[in-house]
Nanobody, 124 residues
Framework: QVQLVESGGGRVQAGGSLRLSCAASGRTFSTYAMGWFRQAPGKEREFVAA????????TYADSVKGRFTISRDNAKNTVYLQMNSLKPEDTAVYLCAATSTIVVVTTPYKYDYWGQGTQVTVSS
């Protein structure tokens, strides 16, 4: 069982930066690949970024590539999402998720555990 708690959301102007954190409980955190997703009102949940259990492999949605960076610190049971050059279209609730799959995955249904999310609002 893994419990996930996101933090770091907030309101920022376009062009600004935020760093989201996702703290995980449980001693098996390092065996899970992790992902960040986002969901805006009236829209489907959208993949943002994912990282392998070791941190050696990452993948990003095209819409955030070059602006967002996912990383993890297994000693702290935490995964991060550094978001730079934010745009109004990045406004959403951001959720982290954990999956026991070996490879990095981008589809929500392959993730086993989810956090409650943190709101990110980017104003123009």
């Amino acid at each position: 069982q893994v419990q996930l708690v996101e933090s770091g959301g907030g309101r920022v102007q376009a062009g600004g930066s935020l760093r989201l954190s996702c703290a995980a409980s449980g001693r098996t955190f390092s065996t899970y690949a992790m992902g960040w997703f986002r969901q805006a009102p009236g829209k489907e949940r959208e993949f943002v970024a994912a990282i392998s259990w070791s941190g050696g492999s990452t993948t990003y949605a095209d819409s955030v590539k070059g602006r967002f960076t996912i990383s993890r610190d297994n000693a702290k049971n935490t995964v991060y999402l550094q978001m730079n050059s934010l745009k109004p279209e990045d406004t959403a609730v951001y959720l982290c998720a954990a999956t026991s799959t070996i490879v990095v995955v981008t589809t929500p249904y392959k993730y086993d555990y989810w956090g409650q999310g943190t709101q990110v609002t980017v104003s123009s």
